[in-house]
C-alpha cells in the first residue's frame, strides 16, 4: 500500500508559479511511474504530466508542456510538478498518482489533492 500526500498549492495571480509535491509512504515509490493529474469544478479529471521510475522519461498534457516540469527525487520519495506562467485555466484540484510497474496502465494510488486558484 502506498500513501500519497500532495502539498504547495494556494492562490496564485497569473504569470505566477507554484511547486506542488508530492510524498510517497514506501520505498517501493522508487518503481513506480508517477503522474500528476488535475480537476476542475465541473469537469472531468485530466492528465497533466507522467515521469518513470527512473525520472529518465517524462510525458506532458499538449496543454502543459513548456511551462510545467515533473521531477523526482528517489531520496526524499518525493514527485513535484513545477507549475509556470500560470493561467486562470490551470486552476483545479491537482491529484498525483503512482503506477507499479508491469503491463497495467492503471495508477492503482491517489493522493487527496492539493488546491491550485491562478486569478487573473
Known amino acids: 500500500q502506498v500513501q500519497l500526500v500532495e502539498s504547495g498549492g494556494g492562490l496564485v495571480q497569473a504569470g505566477g508559479s507554484l511547486r506542488l509535491s508530492c510524498a510517497a509512504s514506501?520505498?517501493?515509490?522508487?518503481?513506480?511511474?508517477m503522474g500528476w493529474f488535475r480537476q476542475a469544478p465541473g469537469k472531468e479529471r485530466e492528465f497533466v504530466a507522467t515521469?518513470?521510475?527512473?525520472?529518465?522519461?517524462?510525458f506532458y498534457a499538449g496543454s502543459v508542456k513548456g511551462r510545467f516540469t515533473i521531477s523526482r527525487d528517489h531520496a526524499k520519495n518525493t514527485v513535484y510538478l513545477q507549475m509556470n506562467s500560470l493561467k486562470p485555466e490551470d486552476t483545479a484540484v491537482y491529484y498525483c498518482?503512482?503506477?507499479?510497474?508491469?503491463?497495467?496502465?492503471?495508477?492503482?494510488?491517489w493522493g487527496q489533492g492539493t488546491q491550485v486558484t491562478v486569478s487573473s
Open positions: 514506501a520505498r517501493a515509490f522508487n518503481s513506480y511511474t
Open positions: 498518482a503512482a503506477r507499479p510497474p508491469g503491463p497495467s496502465t492503471n495508477y492503482n494510488y
Open positions: 515521469i518513470n521510475w527512473s525520472g529518465g522519461s517524462t
